[in-house]
T-cell receptor, first 115, second 108 residues
């Protein structure tokens, strides 16, 4: 099966700082990557969809200047939470799909805590 | 856009059968997925339906009716480890959008 690695799994940062989360497809080329956030006892909320080499498409209500997404290669996408605040504390999960396939493969998730 | 609804919580007994429903409205449809998620972990893939009908995979089966905008996940011979959240997701054009999720509690 396809493997997606997400790093770090947990991060604690101070309010006002920025945090970068990496999502890598280890054994396949990911033409599309998705970024989600999940609050406790809630489902996954799609933040943005990114395709390699092009700008991410953000969902309504997601601030693109706050959540910077870069999909510079077919195996790596990054999400940077800029000027983090306590309300940004959440579980962030990435997923990736292969070309012409619909199944998405998920990373392990990142638990972000902003103090 | 998409609107995907599931019951919030369900309870069932070990060894029983449970059906988790998902109703959806979407402007584009490239398939419906079911995922299982344990607390604090990433979702794991259970099933994929793109055509109408039933897909069976061991203790899990998933059904799709595109005309009715309806799917269900059927879990047989429930085990305690099946206590988890079950997420219905729609692939619509480029996006993969999740439903509200159903928390299943299996009791002895």
């Amino acid at each position: 099966g396809a493997v997606v690695s997400q790093h770090p799994s947990r991060v604690i940062c101070k309010s006002g700082t920025s945090v970068k989360i990496e999502c890598r497809s280890l054994d396949f080329q990911a033409t599309t990557m998705f970024w989600y956030r999940q609050f406790p006892k809630q489902s996954l909320m799609l933040m943005a969809t990114s395709n390699e080499g092009s700008k991410a498409t953000y969902e309504q209500g997601v601030e693109k200047d706050k959540f910077l997404i870069n999909h510079a290669s077919l195996t790596l996408s990054t999400l940077t939470v800029t000027s983090a605040h306590p309300e940004d504390s959440s579980f962030y999960i990435c997923s990736a799909t292969r070309d012409r396939e619909n199944e998405a493969f998920f990373g392990q998730g990142t638990r972000l805590t902003v103090v | 856009g998409q609107n995907i609804d599931q019951p919030t919580e369900m309870t069932a007994t070990e060894g029983a059968i449970v059906q988790i429903n998902c109703t959806y409205q979407t402007s584009g449809f490239n398939g419906l997925f079911w995922y299982q998620q344990h607390a604090g972990e990433a979702p794991t893939f259970l099933s994929y339906n793109v055509l109408d009908g039933l897909e069976e995979k061991g203790r899990f089966s998933s059904f799709l009716s595109r005309s009715k905008g309806y799917s269900y996940l059927l879990l047989k011979e429930l085990q305690m480890k099946d206590s988890a959240s079950y997420l219905c997701a729609i692939r619509s054009f480029q996006k993969l959008v999740f439903g509200t999720g159903t928390r299943l509690l299996v009791s002895p």
